[in-house]
C-alpha cells in the first residue's frame, strides 16, 4: 500500500506562532490563562491544561483574576474584548495570526470610512466573532450561497444601479477558496464600490490545493483534525468531494478504514491546528497495518 502524506499537513505559522508563545510563558511560571482555547485542537489543549494552563472566555472570568498571563487565542478576539484585557491589570500576550490581525485592521479602516463589510465565513467561529468585533458598523457574515444570493437580491431592489452601494468584502482565513470566488462572483452583480480583500491565507490555498490533488489519486483519504477546526472541515469537504471514501479523525484512535481489495494508494492531510506527533503516529500505523 502506497501512502502519500501532504506536505502541507500540520501547523501552520500563525498556529505554531501561538502555541510557541504558551510554552515560552510557561517556561517563565505563573499562573497562565488563554482567552479561548489557544488553537481549535482538543490534544494541544488538553496537554496544556495538565501542565496548569487554564482557558478562560467570558469577560466576566477576566474579571476574578488578580495576578498572571492572559494569552490571547490565534483567532484574535473583539476590540471590545480586547480593550478590556488591556485594562485588566494582567500581563496580555497577544498571540493573534498576523493575518487574522491585518483583517482587523482592513476592516476597522474601511468600516470607519463607510462601507459595509461583508465577512465571508462562518457565524459563530471565534475568528469570525472577532473580526466583527473589530467593524465600526454592523458586518454582514456570508456562510451560504442562500445567503449571499438573499443579500443580493436585497439590495438590487434598494438600488438597481449600484451607485452609491460601498462594499470591503474579506473572507476567514481559513474559508474554502473555491466557496470564496463563488460568492464574489455573486456579490459582483450589484455593481458596487469598494474593494474585495482575499484574506485566506497562503497556507490555507496551498493546503486545500494538496489536498484536492492528493485526493483525486488515491483509493482512501484520511484527514486529521481537531472536531472544532474549521480549516480541517474545510479539508475535508474538499476531500470526499474528489475521494469518496474519505475520513475524518481526531487522533489515531478514531481511525476506521473500509478498503477495496484492489485498493492500492491511502492519502494523509491534516488541519493547520493538527501536531506532527498525531500526524506521525496516523502515518505510521497506516504505513504498517495497511
Not at 153 to 159: A, L, R, T
Not at 230 to 238: A, D, F, G, T
Amino acid at each position: 500500500m502506497e501512502v502519500i502524506l501532504a506536505k502541507t499537513a500540520g501547523f501552520c505559522f500563525g498556529v505554531k506562532r501561538a502555541v510557541d508563545q504558551v510554552y515560552e510563558q510557561l517556561a517563565q511560571g505563573g499562573p497562565i490563562y488563554t482567552y479561548g482555547p489557544i488553537i481549535h485542537n482538543e490534544s494541544v489543549v488538553e496537554d496544556l491544561e495538565k501542565r496548569g494552563v487554564r482557558v478562560i472566555e467570558p469577560p466576566q472570568e477576566l474579571k476574578k483574576l488578580e495576578k498572571g498571563t492572559v494569552i490571547i487565542r490565534s483567532h484574535g478576539v473583539s476590540k471590545e474584548i480586547y480593550e478590556s484585557l488591556k485594562e485588566s491589570g494582567m500581563k496580555i500576550v497577544d498571540a493573534t495570526c498576523p493575518f487574522v490581525k491585518r483583517i482587523h485592521d482592513t476592516v476597522e479602516k474601511e468600516s470607519r470610512a463607510g462601507a459595509q463589510i461583508i465577512i465571508i465565513g462562518d457565524d459563530g467561529h471565534p475568528e469570525v466573532e472577532g473580526i466583527k468585533g473589530w467593524c465600526v458598523t454592523p458586518a454582514v457574515v456570508v456562510g451560504k450561497k442562500e445567503e449571499a444570493e438573499a443579500f443580493l437580491s436585497e439590495n438590487i431592489v434598494k438600488n438597481p444601479s449600484g451607485n452609491g452601494i460601498k462594499l470591503c468584502i474579506v473572507s476567514q482565513t481559513t474559508y474554502n477558496y473555491t466557496k470564496f470566488q463563488e460568492f464574489v462572483e455573486i456579490f459582483s452583480k450589484i455593481g458596487y464600490d469598494g474593494t474585495v480583500v482575499n484574506t485566506i491565507c497562503n497556507a490555507t490555498e496551498e493546503r486545500q490545493t494538496e489536498a484536492a490533488e492528493i485526493a483525486g489519486m488515491v483509493d482512501a483519504m484520511v484527514v486529521i483534525g481537531g472536531r472544532t477546526s474549521s480549516n480541517s472541515k474545510k479539508l475535508y469537504e474538499i476531500c470526499r468531494s474528489k475521494c469518496g471514501n474519505t475520513v475524518f479523525i481526531r487522533t489515531l484512535d478514531d481511525l476506521k478504514l473500509n478498503l477495496k481489495g484492489n485498493a492500492r494508494k491511502i492519502g494523509i492531510t491534516a488541519g493547520a491546528s493538527t501536531p506532527n506527533n498525531i500526524i506521525e503516529e496516523v502515518q505510521n500505523y497506516v504505513r504498517i497495518n495497511f
